[in-house]
């Protein structure tokens, strides 16, 4: 069976509960259960600071007006480079603009070993990365068939998919123009083997316990890390 290079936990081990989604708890826990990257999503506050997390709002702070004061138990881009750039692959997902100089600041300071993804829904921010730096690795995140019209257009080396819009026939073509293929948010063991089977890239997923276990038979545990040190 093909085996995906890449395992990702979405924002760390999100179905845990008993830790906080893209936080450091959590990203520590989807390494411990196997897996070798996490994706996390960045913001910008109103004083400046990239700030992990998902939702526009927390605890009714909303995140675009956050002071310095506030949401300090958050962490921050820098914070989650420097802990994790020697051990794991990161999908870094930017859910705004205007964080575009912070990222490739972050990334030149803590350039991470094992590789990574800067990625995001909003083609604006991927034209202006690319625009300030030519060597900085892109993805365009796509949930809706509409928008896959655009993969070609853009400059980015990952197309990150949600798992209902992949087919057989577009990974081939993904393939073909020499892009990487990840799909998110694959949940199902089902769906999983699917997907390896149709050779995509990564896999992403909220039960990254699930995730790693449905790869770690021992004759399959070779074939990963074969297929990590060929993509690191």
Known sequence: MTIPAFLLGHRGARKTRSVRENSLASFDLALEHGCNGFEFDVRMTGCGRALICHDPKVSGVTIAQATCTQLR???????????????????????????????????????????????????????????????????????????????????VEYLILHYSLITRKLTEEIHNAGKMLF???????????????????????DDSKLLARTFASSGNERQVKAARKGQA
């Not at 948010?185 to 992403?204: F, H, P, Q, Y």
């Open 73 to 155: 138990d958050l962490p921050v881009l820098d914070q989650v480079l420097a802990r994790y750039s020697r051990r794991a692959f990161l999908d870094i997902e930017l859910k705004v603009s205007g964080l575009e100089s912070q990222v490739l600041m972050s990334l030149r300071k803590h350039p991470p070993e094992r590789g990574y993804v800067v990625s995001s829904f909003l083609p604006g921010v991927l034209n202006d990365l690319r625009v300030r730096s030519g060597g900085v690795v892109l993805g365009f995140i796509c949930d809706q068939r509409k928008n896959l019209k655009y993969w070609r257009e853009l400059p």
């Open 183 to 205: 799909a998110w948010t694959v949940n199902e063991k089902e769906s999983m083997l699917r997907l390896a089977g149709w050779c995509v890239d990564g896999l992403i997923s």
